[in-house]
């Protein structure tokens, strides 16, 4: 199972066509993201503080912050190259948010933050590491706050994972997409299983309920994905 330094020369490589390529092997990335954005209990003129965990390319850090023009975001992700497209993308944002190369599961709890939120990175870290990461997310947040992950999930009945992989091997390539490599939906979905570690959606709920948090819930399912709102 290849480690830390391989799975950040993945996301690096991943980097310069992630955005292209995730939204159309992804049917649902826009949903995921308006998902998680919308289970963020505070009103848009409120101040508030807020920590990405894997910020990716910054496509959810741009959604926060267009929408809550008061908030602030720390993003955290362990690649080089997808923290520098992210400050491309969050120029407009730049004295609202700061980016720092690092890995997810390593902030420090003592610091307090009003909303945590992670898009499509968690699903990275063994399963134990999930455990100790939804502790230190209890703990990091402020009474009231607000805890959201959409991401990649095991389905619980593997009938269900074998019908997924059916229908995405019948999605056509994308429009526009003639003439250069594209990697179908089926292959995406399934490759960075080398490296990844998903789980069940009950699993999560169990790890987040263990960790603390007595409000706990899926307003959203589409295939392998699903986002998991949880209140402190």
């Given at each position: 199972?290849?480690?830390?330094?391989?799975?950040?020369?993945?996301?690096?490589?991943?980097?310069?066509?992630?955005?292209?390529?995730?939204?159309?092997?992804?049917?649902?990335?826009?949903?995921?993201?308006?998902?998680?954005?919308?289970?963020?209990?505070?009103?848009?003129?409120r101040s508030f503080r807020v920590l990405e965990l894997g910020v990716g390319t910054g496509t959810l850090t741009a959604l926060l912050l267009e929408t809550f023009p008061h908030a602030t975001v720390r993003g955290i992700d362990l690649s080089s190259k997808m923290i520098a497209a992210s400050r491309r993308k969050l120029r407009p944002w730049k004295d609202r948010v700061e980016l720092h190369q690092g890995d997810i599961d390593e902030f420090d709890p003592a610091e307090k933050f009003d909303a945590i939120v992670s898009a499509l990175a968690i699903?990275?870290?063994?399963h134990a590491k999930k455990r100790r990461l939804f502790r230190r997310i209890s703990a990091a947040l402020t009474p009231g706050g607000y805890f959201g992950d959409g991401d990649d999930h095991l389905p619980e009945d593997p009938t269900f994972d074998a019908r997924f992989a059916q229908i995405a091997a019948t999605i056509p390539a994308p429009a526009g997409a003639r003439g250069r490599s594209v990697r179908s939906p089926q292959r995406v979905w399934h490759e960075h299983e080398r490296f990844d570690h998903p789980w069940g959606v009950g699993d999560e709920l169990g790890a987040l309920r263990q960790a603390g948090f007595p409000h706990v819930g899926v307003p959203w399912e589409f295939f392998a994905q699903a986002v998991v709102w949880a209140y402190r």
């Amino acid at each position: 199972m290849p480690g830390r330094r391989s799975s950040r020369q993945e996301f690096d490589r991943e980097a310069a066509t992630y955005d292209s390529e995730v939204v159309s092997t992804m049917p649902g990335y826009s949903e995921l993201h308006q998902m998680l954005v919308w289970g963020i209990p505070f009103m848009p003129t409120r101040s508030f503080r807020v920590l990405e965990l894997g910020v990716g390319t910054g496509t959810l850090t741009a959604l926060l912050l267009e929408t809550f023009p008061h908030a602030t975001v720390r993003g955290i992700d362990l690649s080089s190259k997808m923290i520098a497209a992210s400050r491309r993308k969050l120029r407009p944002w730049k004295d609202r948010v700061e980016l720092h190369q690092g890995d997810i599961d390593e902030f420090d709890p003592a610091e307090k933050f009003d909303a945590i939120v992670s898009a499509l990175a968690i699903h990275h870290l063994t399963h134990a590491k999930k455990r100790r990461l939804f502790r230190r997310i209890s703990a990091a947040l402020t009474p009231g706050g607000y805890f959201g992950d959409g991401d990649d999930h095991l389905p619980e009945d593997p009938t269900f994972d074998a019908r997924f992989a059916q229908i995405a091997a019948t999605i056509p390539a994308p429009a526009g997409a003639r003439g250069r490599s594209v990697r179908s939906p089926q292959r995406v979905w399934h490759e960075h299983e080398r490296f990844d570690h998903p789980w069940g959606v009950g699993d999560e709920l169990g790890a987040l309920r263990q960790a603390g948090f007595p409000h706990v819930g899926v307003p959203w399912e589409f295939f392998a994905q699903a986002v998991v709102w949880a209140y402190r």
